[in-house]
């Protein structure tokens, strides 16, 4: 084989490789950083926002309020995943999260580098707004400290609580654009919060093995997976009443109930059937279509404030 035909060959083995190490790494950024979890808090937000100055927002205040949500969120979840680096490597779940693995040279860099983007974040929203700046610190400080150190290892109420950073995110949304103690953002906020709950505890559920190998406490853990479903349900109950009685807002109304109830039912039929078959097959589905409620929620209320 000539230098003509090794040359290009080599190259392309290079660019291959290049590709392999930086798909790798951005792999490794979405996990550490949770990016899936952070795009639906950052919808949140701009839900909260819509809803706030009733479909009215500026392309400025819409980009202020992505950027400082996302490095704001996601920074915070680095943060919980160095925190809980050592646990997560005991569970099937979390054992290949990046921190657990211990693929960095330095994990500390990961905090430090964090902290820092947390910061920033609230320092960008402060000019522009106390109360963004406020709700950002809020939503980051309770995760962190108040769920993540505090709560998390000691009681089952830690997700109870702990669901307040998300409710925040909803409510940076509101002050982004100077009115975040609007009815309906409050609404949605109240939503998110009662949401939460459904959305860890039908994980927890289905991966109840994990958490009690890494001594967590979360409700399935401590209750019987029927008592935890027979929870699970209640707060998909409260929920689905919040959601409906947001279509009594002047936005919203029919065309928000056009989407919402039909989720609703789909929703709470998933609920009901872990009532009735409380097994991790069920409760991880559950999971996954409490995801898409949120979402679909989510896009009923753009659909109505922008159209």
Same mark, same amino acid.
């Given at each position: 084989?000539d230098?003509k035909t090794?040359v290009?060959?080599?190259?392309?083995?290079?660019l291959?490789k290049v590709?392999?190490?930086?798909?790798?790494? /951005?792999?490794r %950024?979405? $996990? =550490?950083f949770? @990016?899936r979890?952070?795009?639906? &808090?950052?919808?949140a937000?701009?839900? +909260? !926002?819509?809803l706030?100055s009733?479909?009215?927002?500026?392309?400025?205040?819409?980009?202020?309020?992505?950027?400082?949500g996302?490095?704001?969120?996601?920074?915070?979840?680095?943060v919980?995943?160095?925190?809980?680096?050592?646990?997560?490597g005991?569970?099937v779940?979390?054992?290949?999260?990046?921190?657990?693995?211990g693929?960095f040279?330095?994990?500390?860099?990961?905090?430090?580098?964090?902290?820092? /983007?947390?910061? %920033?974040? $609230? =320092?960008?929203? @402060?000019p522009?707004?106390l109360? &963004?700046?406020f709700f950002?610190?809020? +939503? !980051?400080?309770?995760?962190?400290w108040?769920?993540?150190i505090?709560?998390?290892?000691?009681t089952?109420?830690?997700?109870?609580?702990g669901?307040?950073?998300?409710s925040?995110?909803v409510?940076?949304?509101?002050?982004?654009?100077?009115n975040?103690a609007?009815?309906?953002?409050?609404?949605?906020a109240?939503?998110?919060?009662?949401?939460?709950?459904?959305?860890?505890?039908?994980l927890?559920?289905?991966?109840?093995e994990?958490y009690?190998?890494?001594?967590?406490?979360m409700?399935?853990?401590?209750?019987?997976?029927?008592?935890?479903a027979?929870?699970?349900?209640?707060?998909?109950?409260?929920?689905?009443v919040?959601?409906?009685?947001?279509?009594?807002?002047?936005?919203?109304?029919?065309?928000?109930?056009?989407?919402?109830?039909?989720a609703?039912l789909?929703?709470?039929?998933?609920?009901?059937?872990?009532?009735?078959?409380?097994?991790?097959?069920?409760?991880?589905?559950?999971?996954?279509?409490?995801?898409?409620?949120?979402?679909l929620?989510?896009?009923a209320?753009?659909?109505?404030?922008?159209?």
């Amino acid at each position: 084989m000539d230098a003509k035909t090794e040359v290009p060959g080599g190259i392309t083995w290079k660019l291959e490789k290049v590709k392999a190490v930086s798909g790798e790494f /951005l792999g490794r %950024m979405v $996990v =550490l950083f949770k @990016l899936r979890v952070v795009v639906l &808090l950052v919808l949140a937000a701009i839900g +909260g !926002a819509l809803l706030a100055s009733g479909g009215h927002i500026s392309l400025g205040r819409l980009f202020l309020l992505i950027l400082t949500g996302t490095l704001s969120a996601a920074s915070a979840s680095a943060v919980n995943q160095y925190i809980e680096r050592d646990r997560d490597g005991q569970m099937v779940r979390t054992r290949r999260r990046p921190l657990a693995m211990g693929v960095f040279s330095r994990p500390k860099t990961a905090l430090e580098v964090s902290i820092a /983007l947390i910061v %920033m974040a $609230v =320092l960008v929203a @402060l000019p522009f707004s106390l109360s &963004l700046a406020f709700f950002l610190a809020a +939503g !980051a400080i309770i995760y962190i400290w108040v769920y993540t150190i505090w709560l998390k290892p000691r009681t089952w109420l830690n997700i109870v609580i702990g669901g307040l950073a998300g409710s925040c995110a909803v409510l940076s949304g509101g002050a982004a654009v100077g009115n975040w103690a609007e009815p309906g953002v409050l609404a949605l906020a109240f939503l998110v919060y009662l949401w939460t709950p459904t959305h860890f505890w039908s994980l927890a559920l289905a991966y109840r093995e994990d958490y009690a190998r890494a001594s967590v406490p979360m409700l399935p853990v401590i209750v019987s997976p029927r008592t935890s479903a027979t929870w699970i349900a209640l707060h998909t109950t409260a929920a689905i009443v919040t959601a409906l009685l947001m279509g009594l807002h002047p936005l919203l109304g029919f065309y928000y109930l056009l989407i919402t109830l039909p989720a609703s039912l789909w929703l709470g039929w998933h609920s009901l059937k872990l009532v009735i078959m409380p097994d991790p097959k069920q409760a991880l589905k559950l999971f996954k279509v409490s995801n898409i409620y949120l979402g679909l929620v989510l896009m009923a209320i753009y659909l109505v404030t922008l159209f």
